[in-house]
């Protein structure tokens, strides 16, 4: 199943995406959309997960028009120097797999329920896991912000539950082509991380829309000054809809 979607993801941008896998499916009341984007560095919650190094990054989402979803995501990923190789066994493949809902529960107010489980396939040991998330999201004039968390349980590849709370901030300028977007979240370690420090991240940055492509610029930084990696930085990304 692994190697299918992947598989997809790469058949979709060698073949240039857009009209060929986009839009309704067929009287389904199904709705598919695709990314291709590539990051200067990918950060997840502050910390690279590629060790500084870019990495390609696709996603195929199916929509509902009740407001159900699902969808796959894969990025390149790198945990280790390149001489500890052998500890990963080579992989270096983040999917993840996600469903939920999302829908307005007042006139400026909708909410976002979610799962995602995140795997690493071919890594040595049990690195695996599911993750519960919700999001509001407020509209504010033409600004939106979002208040979110997520929470991940004692499970195989967690010593101890973690919780993750977050706000952000989006505005749009001139005709909505370009946006600000302010980013603040905090990571919250249980009990049994005896030795792991909570901590901040944050971001600041905009990006640029013309047609189906998304060009961006942040500055990310976090607390966490004995962690590789996680320090300040600009992060570059430009992105592809389809």
Same mark, same amino acid.
């Given at each position: 199943?692994?190697?299918? $979607?992947?598989?997809?993801?790469?058949?979709?941008?060698?073949?240039?995406?857009?009209?060929?896998?986009?839009?309704?499916?067929?009287?389904?009341?199904?709705?598919?959309?695709?990314t291709?984007?590539?990051?200067?560095d990918?950060?997840?919650?502050?910390v690279?997960?590629?060790?500084?190094?870019?990495?390609?990054?696709?996603? $195929?989402?199916?929509?509902?028009?009740?407001?159900?979803?699902?969808?796959?995501?894969?990025?390149y990923?790198?945990?280790?120097?390149?001489?500890?190789?052998?500890?990963?066994?080579?992989?270096?493949?983040?999917?993840?797999?996600?469903?939920?809902?999302?829908?307005?529960?007042?006139?400026?107010?909708?909410?976002?329920?979610?799962?995602?489980?995140?795997?690493?396939?071919g890594?040595?040991?049990?690195?695996? $896991?599911?993750?519960?998330?919700?999001?509001?999201?407020?509209?504010?004039?033409?600004?939106?912000?979002?208040?979110?968390?997520?929470?991940?349980?004692?499970?195989?590849?967690?010593? #101890?539950?973690?919780?993750?709370?977050?706000?952000?901030?989006? $505005?749009?300028?001139?005709?909505?082509?370009?946006?600000?977007?302010?980013?603040?979240?905090?990571?919250?370690?249980?009990?049994?991380?005896?030795?792991?420090? #909570?901590?901040?991240?944050?971001?600041?940055?905009?990006?640029?829309?013309?047609?189906?492509?998304?060009?961006?610029?942040?500055?990310? #930084?976090?607390?966490?000054? #004995?962690?590789?990696?996680?320090?300040?930085?600009?992060?570059?990304?430009?992105?592809?809809?389809?």
């Open positions: 199943m692994r190697r299918r $979607l992947l598989a997809l993801f790469a058949a979709a941008l060698l073949t240039g995406g857009g009209p060929a896998v986009a839009g309704a499916i067929g009287d389904t009341g199904l709705n598919l959309s695709g291709a984007t590539f990051v200067s990918y950060r997840y919650r502050g690279s997960q590629t060790m500084g190094e870019p990495a390609p990054q696709f996603g $195929l989402t199916v929509r509902q028009k009740d407001g159900f979803y699902a969808g796959a995501w894969a990025s990923v790198r945990f280790y120097p390149r001489s500890w190789d052998g500890y990963s066994n080579g992989a270096h493949t983040e999917l993840d797999f996600y469903g939920g809902w999302t829908g307005k529960v007042a006139r400026n107010t909708a909410i976002d329920v979610g799962f995602t489980y995140y795997s690493f396939p890594v040595t040991g049990d690195n695996d $896991l599911g993750e519960a998330t919700l999001v509001i999201v407020q509209a504010i004039g033409k600004a939106e912000v979002r208040i979110g968390g997520a929470y991940d349980w004692r499970q195989g590849a967690m010593a #101890d539950r973690v919780t993750y709370l977050y706000g952000e901030g989006v $505005l749009p300028i001139i005709h909505a082509r370009f946006a600000l977007r302010a980013h603040a979240g905090r990571t919250l370690y249980g009990p049994r991380y005896q030795d792991t420090q #909570d901590y901040w991240d944050w971001s600041l940055g905009g990006e640029a829309r013309f047609g189906r492509v998304t060009a961006g610029l942040s500055y990310i #930084d976090t607390d966490l000054r #004995d962690v590789p990696h996680a320090g300040a930085g600009v992060i570059a990304s430009v992105g592809f809809a389809f």
